[in-house]
């Protein structure tokens, strides 16, 4: 085997990260090159790439456009290809550390679908292979029991060695699941109000057990009140996603939640439009827009802000968050089911950008 580090690198030099534009050399990923010899005594090259995370969406095209530069090297080359991730600086919380990725999942107003789409992101998230949590937090309307089908479900407590109580989330296909509506009943839920609420709230995140997840999905409450502040100040978060329909009066209250992300300096990473337009079944070539059409990206546009796709309203999900099994995980997702994981890849580009912009940015060391 002809080969050297330099000849390998310069090679892996054309194969560019989709996500973040720029090349393996660039983003020093190459981490090692070891030459080595199998147990049949035939040469191969052993090479370490450190990614930013999430790298299960990217993994697949990179190795392939690897071996495809090798190849034009030698035809003959053997090559074992390693992942990893490249380690992220610390945060300033102590909260939901083995959590690499939170994303909370908002509206300025109810009824726009919201807790459907957040369901649905954590689905297609657990379908790639992520370690993903949900997290309901909203007291007045808590949805994601019963789109998961675990209504009335209490947590499974426990004691640490020095004496803390805590408790792990419940867990349905995989995900694990959090809400508000397993530790209250509505007749208590309709008399919380402020720091009452805030404490309630803090529970779900400082006293439960999350583990080591890939992803935690947050279910906000609607709006932009008090609590939706205090939260997204307390919680470390990666972002934020917007959920709204395409008429005119959401889109209003979409202004306000970027007002509000922004306020607390909570990047946005991109907002869905939801219920988009309406496919009949009998005519699948014709798309009826029943809400209006282009209010979600109109406002992404006006604020600079990423669109993510449009969801349409579709009877099937509908069903299948009334069935207590989100569509995506679903065999019959169809077109839906395709709308949502496109929606989510896009999704996950912006969480790598947001990752890369914090591994690339300068720390101020103070040496005294």
């Given at each position: 085997m002809n080969l050297t580090d330099e000849k390998i690198k310069q090679a892996l030099s054309n194969v560019i990260d989709p996500d973040l534009n720029k090349n393996l050399v660039e983003l020093d990923a190459i981490q090692k090159i070891l030459f080595l010899k199998d147990k049949n005594k035939k040469d191969y090259v052993e090479i370490h790439i450190e990614l930013v995370q999430p790298i299960l969406w990217v993994a697949e095209e990179i190795?392939?456009?690897?071996a495809e530069e090798l190849a034009k090297l030698d035809p003959d080359i053997e090559s074992d290809i390693i992942f990893s991730e490249k380690p992220m600086p610390p945060r300033n919380s102590n909260l939901l550390t083995g959590?690499?990725?939170?994303?909370?999942?908002?509206?300025?107003?109810?009824?726009?679908?919201?807790?459907?789409?957040?369901?649905?992101?954590?689905?297609a998230l657990s379908l790639r292979g992520?370690?993903?949590?949900?997290l309901?937090?909203?007291v007045y309307g808590p949805s994601q029991p019963t789109m998961f089908g675990i209504n009335e479900e209490p947590f499974q407590v426990y004691e640490t060695e020095d004496g803390k109580t805590l408790a792990f989330p419940n867990e349905k296909y995989g995900i694990k699941i959090a809400s508000m509506g397993f530790m209250l009943s509505r007749n208590e839920a309709a008399i919380l109000r402020g720091p009452m609420l805030a404490g309630y709230f803090s529970m779900l995140f400082e006293q439960l057990d999350w583990g080591n997840l890939d992803f935690l999905v947050f279910d906000l409450p609607p709006g932009t009140g008090d609590i939706q502040l205090t939260l997204t100040q307390k919680i470390p978060l990666t972002g934020a996603v917007i959920v709204t329909t395409p008429q005119e009066i959401a889109?209003?209250?979409?202004?306000?939640?970027?007002?509000?992300?922004r306020r607390v300096n909570v990047d946005i990473l991109g907002i869905i439009e939801n219920?988009?337009?309406f496919v009949p079944p009998d005519i699948p070539g014709k798309k009826y827009y029943i809400f209006g059409q282009g209010g979600g990206k109109s406002v992404a546009e006006e604020n600079n802000i990423n669109f993510l796709g449009e969801v349409p309203l579709d009877i099937n999900m509908r069903e299948a968050n009334d069935g207590g099994k989100p569509i995506i995980l679903r065999d019959n997702a169809g077109h839906q089911g395709e709308v949502i994981k496109k929606v989510v890849s896009n999704l996950i580009s912006e969480v790598r950008k947001h990752n890369y912009a914090l591994i690339s940015s300068p720390s101020l060391k103070i040496e005294i």
């Open positions: 190795n392939n456009r690897c959590v690499k990725n939170i994303i909370a999942v908002a509206s300025g107003k109810g009824g726009v679908g919201k807790s459907a789409i957040a369901s649905n992101i954590a689905g992520a370690k993903v949590g949900i309901d937090g909203d889109v209003a209250d979409v202004r306000r939640s970027i007002a509000m992300f219920m988009s337009y």
